[in-house]
């Protein structure tokens, strides 16, 4: 088999138990960086969860991020900070969330491991294999408690079908496929427009967008990844693809009311569609109260009314990963722009039966070779599938778990989360390499 391993064993060595803390009262929460997920998806369940944490402080750079989450999680003002040195001068809870942008995750969970916080941490984490392993030397040596947002696995579907496997349902798992559907409005917003456009500031669209689909591969096949490869391209959103006659902004554009990807099309009709909410994602293009006019505005302003086909971004629209597992589970991942809704169709087969699921319906569907099918209705099994189907709430309330000494270790803790990063890596490296075969670790 071809190809380099990208780490060795020898260098990330398992964390194998992180120091249980038992906090005896509410547990207090700082949060560095508020905005849609620190603020909105976590901030909210937090402060909502009055019996278990106390939001206590804020930092973002942003002042009218500041204003706003100060005021709804009653947070003093004294306690705000507007730049992270200030903030990281000294320890203000006992649980911090960083949920600041992608490049800095890592240096600001360094500073907050040193001043000893128990930290919960956005993905992705990083796509640097040294800093990975700095990262996890750094909490080793201070034994501190990192969970890492991977909320897909606290999701009640996911544990479903994790149960099945486990219990054998379909008797020896052997492979499984996994089409991440980004969406084509969804992969607009935030691949071409959005934070993650350009790969010198994000990190590889594989991981940005990926890194919960390669660890819930990892999850389900219950083994570290032994290698894989990858192919992918940005096929679609250049200049050479431009509409005739189109304009550098939707809002003048003579395709407005037709292009499928018009900017008014997919913030201003489609905000009026849904109701108008006040939410992910038409609350990442205005911190002010959403109105028609205030959205127009931002269309004629920020990079949220430009043309998708300026040639802006460099991240693919289309990625495929196929894996090898180290107890000889395969499985195949397709990230895929080109898809009218988003979310994840997952098949598992078996020697004995296959899983089926699909995130956009209600239901996991096991189909035992020669017995009935079994249907699961995930609504039945919960009362709460807000925030990545329930995934955002229930980590919360695991975090509170770890930090009251209730479970030894996360289920997204700093070491499971890392192989699903050093799979990421190892894809990107794969893919630009024209499909190489990559292995993960070194023997
Ligand atoms: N776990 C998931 O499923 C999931 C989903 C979406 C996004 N994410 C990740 O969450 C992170 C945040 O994404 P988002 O959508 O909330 O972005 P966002 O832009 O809405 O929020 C980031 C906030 O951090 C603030 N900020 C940036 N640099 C800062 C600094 N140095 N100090 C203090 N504040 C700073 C910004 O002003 C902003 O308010 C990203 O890394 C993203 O990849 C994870």
Redesign the pocket.
């Known amino acids: 088999m071809g190809g380099m391993g990208i780490i060795s064993n020898d260098i990330i060595k398992p964390i194998i138990t992180q120091t249980r803390r038992n906090f005896m009262s509410t547990i207090t929460v700082s949060i ?8 909105e998806a976590y901030g909210s369940y937090v402060h909502a969860c009055k019996d278990k944490y106390k939001i206590v402080s804020l ?4 002042p009218s ?1 500041i204003e706003k989450y100060s005021a709804l999680f009653n947070v003093r003002k004294e306690d705000c900070y507007l ?2 040195e200030e903030f990281l001068k000294e320890k203000r809870s006992d649980l911090l969330i960083i ?4 490049q ?2 890592v240096r ?1 969970a360094l500073k907050a491991i040193k001043l000893g916080y128990a930290i919960l941490l ?3 984490i990083s796509d640097n294999v040294e800093e990975l392993v700095e990262l996890q030397k750094t909490a080793k040596e201070y034994g501190t408690i990192v969970v890492v ?3 897909l696995r606290y999701t009640v579907a996911i544990r479903k079908i994790k149960e099945l496997i486990d219990a054998k349902k379909i008797g020896e798992l052997v492979s499984f496929d996994s089409l991440e559907q980004v969406a084509y409005w969804h992969y607009a917003h935030s691949y071409v427009r959005g ?2 456009r350009s790969s010198k500031n994000a990190t590889p669209m594989i991981m ?1 967008k990926c890194c ?1 689909d390669l660890d819930l591969m990892q999850y389900f096949a219950d083994s570290k990844c032994e290698s894989l490869s990858s192919v992918g391209a940005l096929r679609y959103f250049k200049p050479e693809n431009k509409p005739e006659g189109a304009t550098d902004r939707c809002i003048n554009c003579k395709h407005v009311d037709t292009c499928a990807y018009s900017a008014k099309r997919i913030y201003v009709d489609e905000w009026n569609l849904c109701g108008k909410p006040n939410a992910w994602p038409f609350t ?1 293009l205005s911190d002010k109260e959403l109105t028609e006019e205030e959205l127009f505005e931002k269309l004629k302003t920020t990079r949220y009314g430009e043309c998708v086909f300026n040639g802006y971004n460099d991240v693919v629209d289309h990625q495929f990963v196929t894996a090898t597992f180290e107890n000889g589970v395969t499985a195949n991942l397709n990230m895929m722009a080109f898809t009218k809704g988003g979310g994840r169709i997952m098949r598992f087969f078996g020697t004995e039966g296959e899983i089926l699921y699909d995130e956009a319906g209600d239901h996991v569907t096991l189909k035992r070779f020669g017995g009935e099918n079994e249907v699961y209705v995930i609504s039945k099994l919960t009362d709460d599938l807000t925030g ?1 189907g329930g995934g955002d709430h229930r980590m919360i309330d695991a975090v509170y778990e770890v930090l009251k000494g209730n479970a030894d270790v996360a289920d997204t803790s700093l070491d499971r989360s890392i192989e699903s990063h050093l799979m990421a890596i190892a894809s990107e490296k794969s893919r630009l390499s024209g499909g190489e075969r990559v292995k993960i670790h070194i023997d």
Do not use: F, I
């Open positions: 560095l960086g508020v905005g849609a997920r620190g603020g930092c973002d750079v942003n991020k730049n992270e949920a600041t942008l992608d800095d995750h600001l956005e993905k992705p947002c991977h909320v934070n993650w940005a919960h990442v990545h």
